[in-house]
């Protein structure tokens, strides 16, 4: 398949907050033709090539099968990128809160995606009130220009959020598990408290079904969690080599986390924190660095770049990066790629600064390049591919199956 990324004429916005809310004409998306920008590394030259750009902050990729994308926009949009067009926001989402960090967020085709042709969308689920938000999941079968017979699997309860730290992250594991990290709402105590759901990592099966070997399964706490303790977690993938969980978590000021969520743990939010309250202060609560009982990350910037999205490099395309591991940074306005000894972070390398721009994802094509998601405003919400140099790095070379 060829794509010349053509783009269609103006979206509406769909699945925005209220019942009945009207449709909002936005910018369009359009293709760019701007000559690739060598990104020069201290392993080698690379080139990144804008895709297009005029989203409206978005937020994740995934690829389907046939290497066409979806991309999620927080305003409440899931696009699909297929035979040069951009569609349509898709019909068929449910009622979205969308107000400061909430909105739609990540997405993930299920496992069995040729079978079933099931999506999974993480998004913001607003109280009856529509007042106060959770962080949710939901599924649907991908049409041609909608998700239909869409079901929710999961609820984050009680909803305590007005738009903060809702995360979130979609992952499914070898064992077909679906991993699903969230924020604690900015209502900090919640993270330690069993019997919510906030400042969770949970861990269900597809339709929302509890694993029963979930490790507070039988005791007085919410069946799905996995771990706890956490502030806000927009970042999630799986190991290659171990196959185990890597998350990342913001922390307040200063104190940004790799973890490897282990089950039953605490990680130790609000006690334990590397950062400070954004007055300067000691966070309130909090007793330190470190507390017994409660796990230290597994890697921990004082400064925060403010993580987002992460991703395992495992290709073949760009072979000095196999193994790195990237990370998406919203605050420092760069790609943070990092070395890796077995689990152990070796070095560190900041790429895309001369940019300033706000990385929220980044995954792996079909393929084996790059792609990074630019959260900002329209018309400046950007789709980027990092490709190796002297290489055809354009989208229609990017584009094929």
Known sequence: MRWTWMILPALWLAGCRGEGAPAKVVSTPRVVTAPAQQVHSRSGTVLLTEIATGFDHPWAIAFLPDSSMLVTERPGRLRVIRDGRVS??????????VDGQAGLLDVAISPTFSRDRLVYLSFAEPNFRGNKTGTAVMRGRLAEDALE???????????????THVGSRLVFD?????WVTQGENRVAETAQQLDKLQGKLVRIWPDGSIPNDNPFIGQDARPEIWSYGHRNMQGAALHPVTRQLWTTEHGPMGGDEI???????NYGWPVVTNGKDYSGSPVPGSVGASADGMEPPHYVWTVSPGVSGMVFYTADLIPQWKGNLFVGALATHELIRLELDGDAVVAEERLLTDR???????RQGPDGALYL???????????LRI???GARNNAVESAKP
């Open 174 to 178: 070898d064992s077909g598990h679906l």
């Open 356 to 362: 300033n721009e706000r990385i929220r994802d980044v």
């Open 149 to 163: 017979a869409v079901e929710v699997v999961y609820r984050q309860e009680p909803k305590l959020s007005s738009g």
């Open 88 to 97: 349509e926001p898709l019909r068929g989402l449910p009622d979205i809160f």
């Open 373 to 383: 998601l630019v959260d900002a405003d329209v018309p400046d919400g950007k789709l």
């Open 259 to 265: 973890n490897i969520p282990r089950a039953g743990r």
């Open 387 to 389: 490709g190796p140099a």
